[in-house]
């Protein structure tokens, strides 16, 4: 089971942007990135998913390296509703490896 | 689409109560899962069902704790007897299909347990 690791918490500025950063040594073959962002009192909120290389779409880019043991979430031009907390979460979802949520990065934007 | 449904929104009880949660994920999703999250703490897996089937429950105290997906749709998770560590927000997800698809969340319900 790959265990994550992120920064507990980033500050920003309105209009930069921001890169978030996972560890994840103990990756396996068959898993998956995935990102999350959360809001208080709602549920994770899928932002983007990645295999290997890159991954852009609307809201974000997600770079992975080679050896797929780390991950870096980029989100460009932060607004102040960009303040969430951010997860990374890796895994394939099967039985013995199942999608577990570390502590998450507690991102804040300021104006 | 409607999105993954959850109720009650809030829930108060005592200790020692039972209590009953409900979710009815997206339509078409074979995979539902629950999660336990407490105040500060990244969600916690308790259960996955792939249609009707356990696909994983190690994390899930089932002295107290027991969940069901008996059509294969719609869910409940129950909790009896209700400890003061019990006290979460309770997060149903689902996803089209189990390994590399997204997770869609409800937005949980609120249990406090005094």
């Known amino acids: 089971l790959a265990k994550t690791t992120q920064p507990i918490s980033m500050d920003s500025y309105e209009g930069q942007e921001v890169n978030i950063t996972c560890s994840h040594n103990?990756?396996?073959?068959?898993?998956?990135i995935t990102w999350y962002q959360q809001f208080p009192s709602q549920g994770p909120r899928f932002i983007i998913q990645?295999?290997?290389t890159k991954v852009t779409n609307e809201v974000a880019s997600l770079f992975i390296p080679a050896d797929r043991k780390s991950s870096t979430l980029s989100l460009p031009r932060v607004s102040l509703s960009d303040t969430a907390v951010y997860y990374c979460?890796?895994?394939?979802?099967?039985?013995?490896?199942?999608?577990?949520f570390g502590g998450g990065t507690r991102l804040m934007v300021k104006p | 689409e409607a999105g993954v449904a959850q109720s009650p929104r809030y829930k108060i009880i005592e200790k020692r109560q039972s209590v009953a949660f409900w979710c009815n994920p997206i339509?078409?999703?074979?995979?539902l899962y629950w999660y336990q999250q407490i105040l500060g703490q990244g969600p916690k897996l308790l259960i996955q069902?792939?249609?009707?089937?356990?696909?994983?429950d190690s994390q899930l105290p089932k002295d107290r704790f027991s969940a069901e997906r008996l059509k294969g749709v719609d869910s409940t998770l129950k909790i009896q007897p209700a400890k003061l560590e019990d006290s979460a927000v309770y997060l149903c997800?689902?996803?089209?299909?189990?390994?590399?698809?997204?997770?869609?969340f409800g937005n949980g319900t609120r249990l406090t347990v005094t």
């Open positions: 997800a689902s996803s089209l299909v189990q390994g590399g698809s997204p997770l869609h």
């Open positions: 103990n990756i396996a073959t068959n898993d998956y």
């Open positions: 990645g295999y290997k």
């Open positions: 979460l890796v895994g394939a979802g099967n039985a013995g490896n199942m999608l577990t």
């Open positions: 339509s078409g999703h074979a995979t």
């Open positions: 069902f792939q249609n009707n089937g356990v696909v994983d």
